[in-house]
Each structure stands twice: as C-alpha cells, then as structure tokens.
C-alpha cells in the first residue's frame, strides 16, 4: 500500500496496476474484460484482493506470464520510490523473475482528470505462453 490522501472507489480493492494486467491476459485469450468475469455486482468479489483475482484468471485461462510491460499514469502520489517495490511484489505473487515485470509511471502533465488528480490509469501488455 502506497501512503496518500485519496483513494480510489471500487468494487474489488482498487489495484488499476493489476486491474490492466488482468485485462491484458483476458484480452490475449479473446475472453473479455475483468467486468465480465468479475461483474462489480457479484457479493463474492466485494472487497476482493486484486492478487487473487488476478491468480484466479491465470487459471481459467490456463496462462503462464513471460513477461509484463505496464504504464501507470497519475499526477500523485509519486511513485519512482515505489516502482522496485511493485515489480517485485508483482514478480513475487506471479512467481515470475522480477526481470520480466516492467512497471513505469507517468503524469498526465495536469491535462483532463489524471492530471487534475481525480483518477488514475494503468495500462499492461503481457507475453503468455
């Protein structure tokens, strides 16, 4: 958890970062977005933890991770002192070496609501065999 005044409203714990590597796998395997498998009106993933959403679909999907290439865009908080932290949680709950978890962060340059600080995006691209 990184330390900030705002937060996000969600329906699972709010993890954009995990949330986009989710729809990457579902996309690579043509079987929709994270929406459809986890509908924000199921009681079951109330709260869920984003990790085991995120086990769970590598599962249905019957994917190994090779690799992962993902962009986070926010005006804060910063998260350069975070990022090694993130690539080996990442690394860590996916069993993959933390060479094949690549985390970047940008701002929005104060355009729109990312760069007003009203929201976030996470976006990822993922290699799976």
Do not use: C, W
């Not at 998260?79 to 094949?100: N, Q, V, Y």
């Not at 690549?102 to 009203?118: D, F, M, N, Q, R």
């Amino acid at each position: 958890m990184i330390p900030y005044d705002k937060g996000e409203i969600a329906h699972s714990d709010g993890d954009v970062l995990i949330h986009a590597i989710i729809d990457a796998i579902l996309g690579a395997k043509a079987m929709g977005d994270i929406g459809t498998m986890f509908p924000d009106t199921a009681e079951e993933t109330k709260d869920a933890d984003s990790v085991t959403l995120l086990k769970e679909v590598i599962s249905r999907a019957e994917a190994r991770i090779i690799n992962i290439d993902s962009t986070i865009t926010l005006e804060q908080p910063k998260l350069r002192p975070h990022i090694d932290a993130i690539r080996k949680s990442l690394a860590s709950s996916l069993g993959i070496p933390e060479s094949a978890v690549s985390v970047k962060a940008k701002t929005a340059e104060g355009l729109g609501p990312i760069g007003e600080g009203l929201a976030i995006k996470a976006e990822a691209a993922v290699l799976i065999d």
